[in-house]
């Protein structure tokens, strides 16, 4: 008698992002479990669909389990959505997938829009490894801890921060990762006043502080790893010192360059020599 679990993923913002498999599924289970079922109802009238709703959302889910497992090993296939975007992505819904697969009850992803993985195929930084990590503490102390544990992380990181703290959030990152950090800012992803940006930390804090617009809406930042820094560093020291080789000895373009910036001599010295002789 068992039946099947759907995690349903909805649209964040633009209603053409549902899928048509999307809509076949939550016209066709039992019920709907939605993370608010006033904000889900309007997105059920849009598209014409009349399964009933209940809600589950962080207060209630633990106390819910019970009945809607109940519901799947009787038979009754129900579709788990939150508000906007992926179920169990800094949503509700683990608890739930968790109890359904204790049951044995399978359990089915039906795969659409996601703000963080929409915000990274965006902003322009390394996609090859990245790590997730929701929303910050909204105390600042906790949240320059959990800051400094990640300062030294050399993968992408994606967090969600809620308007009331994005400048606040920002200043602390680039207290603890640098102000010269590289950032993606993507705020109301696939909404009418989308921003999608690409800068350093320092910058950022100071784009959000001039303009309180950029201080509303669903953000997402995605920071570019501790490498991903040095890379950058590295990139401009090239391009200083190629432009110095253009007009002075790598002895003394290295040397300009090392007063400059306050890299080492040697380290200077030694990669004037790789692009001079690169060059050749």
Known sequence: MSAQLFVVATPIGHLDDMSYRSIDVLKSVS????????????????????????ACHEHNESNKIDIL???????EDIA??????????????FKLVRAAQANGIRVIPVPGA???????????LPSDRFSFQGFLASKQSQRLQQLEKLKDETQTLIFYEA???????????????GADRPVGFAREITKTFETIKKMTLGELA??????????????????GGASEEKDMEQEKLDQLL??????????????????LTGIKKKIAYQRALELSQAAE
């Open 114 to 124: 996601c703000a963080a993985i929409a915000a990274l195929s965006a902003v322009g």
């Open 242 to 259: 190629q432009r110095l080789l253009q007009d002075l000895s790598v002895k003394a373009a290295s040397q300009l360059a090392a007063d």
């Open 31 to 54: 019920l709907i479990a939605a993370e608010d079922t006033r904000t889900s109802a309007q997105l059920m009238k849009h598209f014409n669909i009349s399964t009933p709703l209940t």
């Open 69 to 75: 497992v109940q519901k799947l090993l009787n038979g």
């Open 206 to 223: 100071e784009f959000i502080a001039a303009d309180h617009h950029q201080q509303k809406g669903e953000i997402v930042l995605v920071v």
């Open 163 to 177: 308007p009331h703290r994005i400048l606040d959030s920002v200043k602390d990152m680039a207290a603890v990762f």
């Open 80 to 93: 788990l959505i939150s508000d906007a975007g992926t179920p169990l992505i800094s949503d509700p819904g």
